[in-house]
């Protein structure tokens, strides 16, 4: 509508951005019921190794990992062997965490990635934390995960509503790359191992360009 105020659009950039998994912890993935287990699993290995593949700086985080929320997700410590990996010992939302938010000053970038279990909580609350510290805050919802989609797009409400972007892992690697003259064949591996049918549009066009030799 003419005179409504639009606000302006924050690109992730891959030389501001940071990326923050809250809570990724075996015993947690049980409690997400709004995606199916294959398929969250393979959302969150998929935001992993975009964050390797783009060399972004990566804090980790868990809750009660001693009790039964269980380990970080042996798969993300896999990809993830250096970074920063903060054991909160009873703090709910991760930045009421000194040694987390230090961790995340400490990256030295101005946008913040967040994912994690559960999207109402462990995400929304450090999210929401973020932004009123002042970060661009990023939320990936298809690696991000809770007890039904009623909880998780009241969630999206209240943070979108707060001032945090809502996009899928597939939406971050895309808007990181801004043109795939950067390293088409790079990505496009690594979409294809965790998006099949990406791969056969990748086929296709391996095939159209051997056609045409």
Partial sequence: MP???????????KEKAALALVDHQTGLFSLVQDYEPAEFRNSVLALSAIGKFFKLPVVLTTSLSMGPNGPLLPEILEIFPDAPLVHRPGQINAWDNAEFVDAVKKTGRPQLIISGIVTDVCVAHA??????AGYDVFVVTDASGTFSPS?????????????VQLLNWFS?????MRDWRNDMAGL?????????????LIT??????????
């Fill in 3 to 13: 005179g409504t105020q639009k606000a302006s659009y924050v690109r992730l950039d």
């Fill in 127 to 132: 999210a929401l934390s973020a932004v009123e």
């Fill in 188 to 200: 496009a591996a690594l979409l294809a191992k965790y998006m099949p049918a990406y791969g056969n």
């Fill in 151 to 163: 909880v998780r797009e009241a969630s999206w409400i209240r943070m979108s509503n707060n001032g």
């Fill in 172 to 176: 971050v690697a895309c808007e990181l």
């Fill in 204 to 213: 296709s066009r391996e095939h159209t360009l051997a056609q045409g030799k």
